[in-house]
């Protein structure tokens, strides 16, 4: 079993792993909560899925950390619901998260394929 350091650095990195999806997920424009679930979804062909208990508090981390910002609006089904999108600070954010993502993607597969 991780001890409690392990866990937290593994909570760390999921966490941060979600924030850059809802990023990277709103770089194409502005979202209501369920819309960045079903995008992040389909993006993934499938492969990862977002819950509401995930993806409403990264939300509002990302909102209170200045990367997105959130207005209310109606749908077009006739729902208030508050649409996220990216600030400049935001982009910014994941252009850079992104890079080093790229990064260190590579070298966990390099690792794995023994190179």
């Known amino acids: 079993m991780p001890d409690k350091t ?3 650095e593994q909570a760390a990195l999921l966490q941060g792993m979600l924030d850059l999806l809802i990023l990277r997920t709103l770089d194409v424009g502005s979202l209501h909560g369920w819309g960045i ?3 992040i979804r389909q993006m993934s062909h499938d492969v990862l899925t977002v819950n509401q208990g995930s993806l409403y508090p990264a939300l509002y981390r990302l909102e ?3 990367l997105i910002e959130g207005k209310w609006k109606t749908t077009p089904e006739g729902r208030d619901a508050k649409c996220y ?3 400049r ?3 910014k954010h ?3 998260e ?3 993502w790229l990064l260190f993607s ?3 597969n390099d690792v794995l394929k023994g190179t």
Request: net charge positive; no cysteine.
């Open 98 to 100: 992104n890079d080093y």
């Open 94 to 96: 994941l252009k850079d």
């Open 64 to 66: 209170a950390a200045g």
């Open 85 to 87: 999108s990216l600030t």
């Open 6 to 8: 392990a866990r937290r």
């Open 37 to 39: 679930s079903k995008s």
């Open 106 to 108: 590579r070298a966990v």
């Open 89 to 91: 600070t935001g982009r």
